[in-house]
Antibody, heavy 123, light 107 residues
Framework: EIQLVESGGDLVQPGGSLRLSCAASGFTFSTYWMSWVRQAPGKGLEWVANIKQDGSEIYYVDSVKGRFIISRDDAKNSLYLEMNSLRAEDTAVYYC????????????????WGQGTLVTVSS | DIQMTQSPSSLSASVGDRVTITCRASQGITTLLAWYQQKPEKAPKSLIYAASSLQSGVPSRFSGSGSGTDFTLTISSLQPEDFATYYCQQYNNYPPTFGQGTRLEIK
């Protein structure tokens, strides 16, 4: 069974930092692009960042460029999101998501999702 | 960025009803469109990809159609477990973008 389990969400002050983790199991993690998608309370879904299988390509939504860093550790079957200079508008549930195949052609099609972890940015 | 617009934003229907949700892209996206279902406090669940392909395990009462800029999600006979929020998403262009969601409520 494919599983994605996020952790690391917390209450943090504006300007603070946080590191999210996503533990993957049930598939060969190293062969897939991986993404983070977020959802602000009561709002819709927003893609945040993704990373290629070997980490050689990384992309971010404009609103987090220069503040967030996506990374992966294939030996640990884990995906990470380091979040710096956090703002109130970063408050959201953050989901780890995987595409349906390994080709990369459809890396933005999210067939599998974790349960999410809540990040709250507030003083 | 491509804007995805869903209509209606909310919809009330009864068990057994046939329901259609529309999604329009601000520019052509071929058939690279997905539909997701989300229940309260749960993660989104993939229902349909490539505009009309059903994910494994998704009931056949769900169907999708469309290409270019106009797409539809149809539920042929609503079941109690179908009351949820539905999102469309384009994955033809970078960055991927989602519709604002359609909340399907029990009448």
């Amino acid at each position: 069974e494919i599983q994605l389990v996020e952790s690391g969400g917390d209450l943090v002050q504006p300007g603070g930092s946080l590191r999210l983790s996503c533990a993957a199991s049930g598939f060969t993690f190293s062969t897939y692009w991986m993404s983070w998608v977020r959802q602000a309370p009561g709002k819709g879904l927003e893609w945040v960042a993704n990373i290629k299988q070997d980490g050689s390509e990384i992309y971010y939504v404009d609103s987090v460029k220069g503040r967030f860093i996506i990374s992966r550790d294939d030996a640990k079957n884990s995906l990470y999101l380091e979040m710096n200079s956090l703002r109130a508008e970063d408050t959201a549930v953050y989901y780890c998501a995987r595409p349906g195949d390994t080709s990369g052609s459809y890396r933005y099609r999210f067939d599998y999702w974790g349960q999410g972890t809540l990040v709250t940015v507030s003083s | 960025d491509i804007q995805m617009t869903q209509s209606p934003s909310s919809l009330s229907a009864s068990v057994g009803d046939r329901v259609t949700i529309t999604c329009r892209a601000s520019q052509g996206i071929t058939t690279l469109l997905a539909w997701y279902q989300q229940k309260p406090e749960k993660a989104p669940k993939s229902l349909i990809y490539a505009a009309s392909s059903l994910q494994s395990g998704v009931p056949s009462r769900f169907s999708g159609s469309g290409s270019g800029t106009d797409f539809t999600l149809t539920i042929s006979s609503l079941q109690p477990e179908d009351f949820a929020t539905y999102y469309c998403q384009q994955y033809n262009n970078y960055p991927p973008t989602f519709g604002q969601g359609t909340r399907l409520e029990i009448k």
